[in-house]
C-alpha cells in the first residue's frame, strides 16, 4: 500500500529496487568493497563536518577560541573533530588502494576509463579538503601551514593575484577564514559527491556489462554484496575509532602567532610534496610545487588510455610509471618521517609548541576575550597582576625599563645587590633620588661616611635576614647585626621592634610580601616613611586584599633570578 | 521484490548447498547488512547526540550574580522610574567579556523603598517602556499595560514586572541582575 503510494508519487521503491537488484558479477566478493567503503566515509565525513560547522566561527578573532571550545568543553567535541580528521586520512587511504586495485586488475581501462579518472579526482579534491580543513582552527598549525601554501600559491605564474583572491587580501585574515571555510565546507564535498557519483554509478554500469556476459554466475547486490559491504565499513569503523580513542581527537596548538617560530609540516599524506621541495631550490622551487605534480596528474589521466592503446608495451610502461610514482611517494613520505624524528631541533620546537598549547588551552577555559585568540594569554595570572602593576603603579614605579622615575624602581628589588647599592647611594634616581626621602646619608666606599667593601657585605647580609628571606649566611648576619647597632647607628633612624617607629622606616620584615603590601596600602605610616610620603595610599577600593596580595608578591619575585 | 530470485544464479552451487528458503537467507543477510549499518551509523550518531545536547547539561553562558552598581542614591526619586543599564563580565561559550551591558532595570523610589523591576517583559521577552504622561509601563511589542507598581493591569503579559534584588552601598544603588522565564504565571530564574 505504501509502497505503491511511494512509487506512484516519488518512484522511490523502484530506485532502490534498481539499487538493490543490481547485478553482481560472479556474486559477492571481498574486491569490489572499496567503492562502498569510500561512500562510506564520505557522508560521514559530512555528518561529521556539519556538526564541526555548528560549533565553529571561521572569523580569525573566533576560530582558535571556537575549536578549543568545541574540542575541550563540549561533550564528545574531541570525538567528533578526531573523527573528522581521521575519517580524511583513511579515505584517501581508500581511494588510493581503489586506484591500485584498478591499475593492477586493469580495470581501468574500457570501460573504467572514467571510474579511473574520477577516482584520480577525488584524491585531489580529498588533499585540498585536508589543506582547507587543517587551516581552519587558526592555531600556530594552521596558520604556518597556510602562510606556507599560500606561498607555493604564489609562485605560478599570475600567482600573486592569485594568492590575493584566495586570502582575502595583502595579508591573511578574517577573510581568509570565511573564503577557505566555504571551499572546505560547500566546494570542495559538492564537487566531491560528483566525483563519488561517477565511481559509483559508471562503475556500477560497467558491472552490470560484465553480469550480462556471464548471467549465471551473477547474484543481486542486495543482500550478499551489501552484507560485505557493510561488514567492510564496520571494520573500517572500528579501526577509527580506535585510532581516534588513542590519539584523543585532533592535535589542537596555541592560537596563530605571526611572530612564533613554529615549525609547521604538512598533514602525512603531503609530505612526500614537502620533501621533494627541499631537493629543488630557489627558481627550481615550482618544478616540486607545480611541474612534477602537474605531470604526474596528467600521467595518471592519460594511464588507461596509453594502456589500452600501446598494447603490451604500454601496460608495461603505464604499470612501471605508477609503480615508480606509489614508490617515490612512499620513499619520500619515510625518509621525510624518519629524518623529522631525528631532528632534535624539531623535536624541540614541537614539545615546546605542545607545552604552550596545554598553557593557552588551559587559559581557554575561562573564555577568550573577543581580541582573538592570542589574547587568551591575558588570562594567564601573571598578565593580570601585571596589568595591575601597570594601571597603579608604573606611572611612578620603573619596571624593565618602562614607568616613571618618581619613586624606586622594582628590578632586582631588594635583593642583596640592590640592597648594597642602595645603601652605597639612597638618593639615586634608582632609588629615593626622585622622592622627598633625602634624609638618609650615602654611604660610599671612599670619603666622608666610608664603609669598606667587606662592611657593607656584613650589613646587606642582616638586612637579608631582617627580610625573612632564607639562605642566610648567618656569621656574616651576626657581623652585619654589630655593625648596625654600634659603628654605623642605622638604628637610631630605623627600627626593628614591630610597630615601632622612628625616622626612617622600621625595617623588620622588608621587602616581605606583607610589608610591601602595607606599604601599597598606606606608605605613611609612622613606621613606614610617615607624612612626607609622597605616595598615594591604594585603600580596599582601589585593590581589594587579594589583588594587593597578588601585586606584594609580584613586586617581591622582581629579585628571583629571571630565566 | 524479495520475491523476484533468480534461479539460475544459485544453479552452479552443489545440490547439498542449495539454500532450503533463499528468500528467508536473503532476509536474514538484509537484516545482518541493517544491524551493521546501524552500529556504523551509531558510531557518529551517540557523539552527535551528546554534542548537540551539551547546552541541556552545562551553562553556555554567565553574567553576573554579584550587585552591580547602578548609580548613586539621590539620582532616584519617589514615582519617577529612572531606567539604568547594568554592566558586568560575561562569559559566552568561548569568549569572555569584560564589563558588557548584561541588561537593564527601571529603579525608583516608593517611600523610602528603593525598588528596581527588569526590563525584560514576562510575557515574550520585549524591552519594557515607561510612559511618562500616564505613569505606566508599557510592552510595546504586545501592549501590556503595568501600573508604576509593575503590576500587570491588561494586556497578555502573565504576570506582573520582574522584581529585581537592590541594595544600597553607602550612597551608592547596587542591583543584582536576573532574567526570569517568561511566559509562565509564575516567576523562576531561567
Given at each position: 500500500m505504501v509502497i505503491d503510494w511511494l512509487e506512484e508519487r516519488t518512484a522511490l521503491p523502484g530506485l532502490w529496487r534498481r539499487f538493490a537488484e543490481h547485478p553482481v558479477p560472479g556474486g559477492p566478493r571481498l574486491r569490489y568493497v572499496l567503492p562502498a567503503v569510500l561512500v562510506y566515509l564520505f557522508a560521514q565525513q559530512c555528518v561529521l563536518g556539519v556538526l564541526l560547522a555548528s560549533h565553529y566561527s571561521p572569523s580569525a578573532s573566533d576560530a582558535w577560541a571556537s575549536t578549543v571550545y568545541l574540542n575541550d568543553q563540549v561533550e564528545s567535541g574531541w570525538f567528533i573533530r578526531g573523527l573528522h580528521h581521521h575519517g580524511l586520512s583513511a579515505m584517501i587511504v581508500a581511494a588510493v588502494a581503489f586506484l591500485v586495485q584498478l591499475a593492477v586488475t586493469r580495470e581501468y581501462t574500457r570501460p573504467r576509463e572514467l571510474v579511473w579518472i574520477s577516482t584520480v579526482g577525488l584524491v585531489v579534491v580529498l588533499m585540498a579538503l585536508g589543506v582547507t580543513g587543517n587551516i581552519l582552527p587558526w592555531d600556530e598549525q594552521g596558520y604556518w601551514a597556510a602562510q606556507v601554501e599560500l606561498g607555493i600559491m604564489e609562485q605560478t605564474p599570475g600567482?600573486?593575484?592569485?594568492?590575493?583572491?584566495?586570502?582575502?587580501?595583502?595579508?591573511?585574515?578574517?577573510?581568509?577564514?570565511?573564503?577557505?571555510?566555504?571551499?572546505?565546507?560547500?566546494?570542495?564535498?559538492?564537487?566531491?559527491?560528483?566525483?563519488?557519483a561517477g565511481i559509483v554509478v559508471l562503475g556500477r554500469r560497467a558491472q552490470a556489462g560484465e553480469a550480462a556476459l556471464e548471467p549465471r554466475r551473477a547474484q543481486p547486490f542486495a543482500a550478499g554484496q551489501l552484507l560485505v559491504d557493510m561488514l567492510a565499513m564496520t571494520l573500517v569503523a572500528i579501526a577509527l575509532v580506535v585510532v581516534t580513542v588513542q590519539t584523543h581527537g585532533s592535535e589542537l596548538y596555541a592560537p596563530a602567532d605571526p611572530t612564533s617560530g613554529f615549525q609547521a609540516r604538512p598533514e602525512w599524506y603531503f609530505l612526500f610534496l614537502y620533501k621533494l621541495r627541499m631537493f629543488f631550490e630557489g627558481s627550481l622551487e615550482p618544478v616540486a610545487t607545480m611541474v612534477i605534480p602537474g605531470a604526474a596528474i596528467t600521467f595518471l589521466v592519460a594511464a588507461p588510455f596509453v594502456d589500452g592503446m600501446a598494447g603490451r608495451v604500454g601496460r608495461m610502461g603505464v604499470l612501471t610509471g605508477l609503480g615508480?610514482?606509489?614508490?617515490?611517494?612512499?620513499?619520500?613520505?619515510?625518509?621525510?618521517?624518519?629524518?623529522?624524528?631525528?631532528?632534535?631541533?624539531?623535536?624541540?620546537?614541537?614539545?615546546?609548541?605542545?607545552?604552550?598549547?596545554?598553557?593557552a588551552r588551559g587559559f581557554a577555559k575561562e573564555g577568550v576575550l573577543p581580541e582573538g585568540g592570542p589574547a587568551v594569554y591575558r588570562n594567564d595570572p601573571e598578565y593580570k597582576v601585571r596589568a595591575l602593576y601597570k594601571e597603579h603603579c608604573q606611572s611612578c614605579h620603573e619596571l624593565d625599563g618602562w614607568g616613571g622615575e618618581e619613586a624606586p624602581a622594582f628590578d632586582d628589588y631588594a635583593s642583596r645587590a640592590w640592597l648594597a647599592a642602595l645603601v652605597r647611594n639612597p638618593n639615586d634616581k634608582r632609588f629615593f633620588g626622585g622622592t622627598k626621602h633625602d634624609e638618609m646619608e650615602p654611604y660610599p666606599e671612599t670619603g666622608e661616611n666610608a664603609i669598606p667593601n667587606d662592611q657593607l657585605d656584613a650589613v646587606v647580609e642582616y638586612l637579608w635576614q631582617l627580610s625573612g628571606e632564607t639562605g642566610v649566611d648567618e656569621t656574616l648576619a651576626a657581623q652585619g647585626k654589630a655593625l648596625w647597632d654600634d659603628e654605623l647607628d642605622c638604628n637610631n633612624c630605623h627600627e626593628l621592634?614591630?610597630?615601632?617607629?622612628?625616622?626612617?622606616?622600621?625595617?623588620?620584615?622588608?621587602?616581605?610580601?606583607?610589608?610591601?603590601?602595607?606599604?601599597?596600602?598606606?606608605?605613611?605610616?609612622?613606621?613606614?616613611?610617615?607624612?612626607?610620603?609622597?605616595?598615594?595610599?591604594?585603600g580596599e577600593d582601589k585593590l581589594d586584599d587579594e589583588a594587593l596580595a597578588e601585586l606584594a608578591a609580584f613586586i617581591v619575585q622582581q629579585r628571583e633570578p629571571k630565566e | 521484490m524479495a520475491e523476484d530470485q533468480r534461479p539460475e544464479a544459485r544453479a552452479d552451487q552443489p545440490p547439498d548447498e542449495q539454500p532450503v528458503d533463499d528468500g528467508s537467507r536473503r532476509k536474514f543477510m538484509l537484516a545482518g547488512a541493517g544491524v551493521l549499518g546501524a552500529c556504523v551509523a551509531g558510531v557518529t550518531a551517540a557523539p552527535a547526540l551528546s554534542f548537540l545536547t551539551h547546552p541541556l547539561r552545562t551553562a553556555t553562558t554567565s553574567g553576573s550574580d554579584a550587585f552591580i552598581p547602578a548609580g548613586k542614591l539621590v539620582q532616584f526619586q519617589a514615582g519617577v522610574p529612572v531606567k539604568v543599564d547594568l554592566y558586568a563580565d560575561r562569559v559566552d561559550a568561548w569568549n569572555r567579556m569584560v564589563e558588557v551591558k548584561i541588561g537593564s532595570a527601571w529603579v525608583m523610589k516608593h517611600g523610602?523603598?528603593?525598588r528596581a523591576m527588569s526590563t525584560v517583559c514576562p510575557h515574550l521577552g520585549c524591552a519594557i517602556d515607561y510612559d511618562a504622561e500616564n505613569a505606566k509601563f508599557v510592552c510595546p511589542c504586545h501592549d501590556s499595560f503595568f501600573s508604576i507598581?509593575?503590576?500587570?493591569?491588561?494586556?497578555?503579559?502573565?504576570?506582573?514586572?520582574?522584581?529585581?534584588?537592590?541594595e544600597t552601598q553607602g550612597d551608592l544603588v547596587a542591583i543584582r541582575y536576573q532574567r526570569f522565564k517568561q511566559g509562565t504565571e509564575r516567576k523562576e530564574p531561567a
Open positions: 600567482g600573486e593575484a592569485l594568492r590575493t583572491v584566495v586570502q582575502g587580501g595583502a595579508e591573511a585574515g578574517n577573510l581568509t577564514l570565511t573564503r577557505l571555510y566555504t571551499v572546505h565546507a560547500f566546494v570542495l564535498p559538492l564537487v566531491g559527491v560528483a566525483l563519488l615508480l610514482m606509489l614508490a617515490s611517494i612512499v620513499g619520500l613520505t619515510a625518509i621525510s618521517m624518519s629524518s623529522d624524528a631525528a631532528n632534535e631541533s624539531y623535536l624541540k620546537s614541537m614539545a615546546q609548541a605542545d607545552k604552550e598549547a596545554a598553557r621592634q614591630a610597630g615601632a617607629e622612628g625616622s626612617g622606616p622600621n625595617l623588620l620584615g622588608h621587602g616581605s610580601v606583607a610589608w610591601v603590601a602595607r606599604v601599597v596600602r598606606d606608605s605613611s605610616k609612622p613606621d613606614l616613611f610617615g607624612e612626607d610620603a609622597q605616595m598615594p595610599k591604594f | 523610602d523603598e528603593l507598581d509593575g503590576a500587570v493591569q491588561t494586556g497578555p503579559s502573565p504576570r506582573d514586572m520582574d522584581a529585581l534584588e537592590v
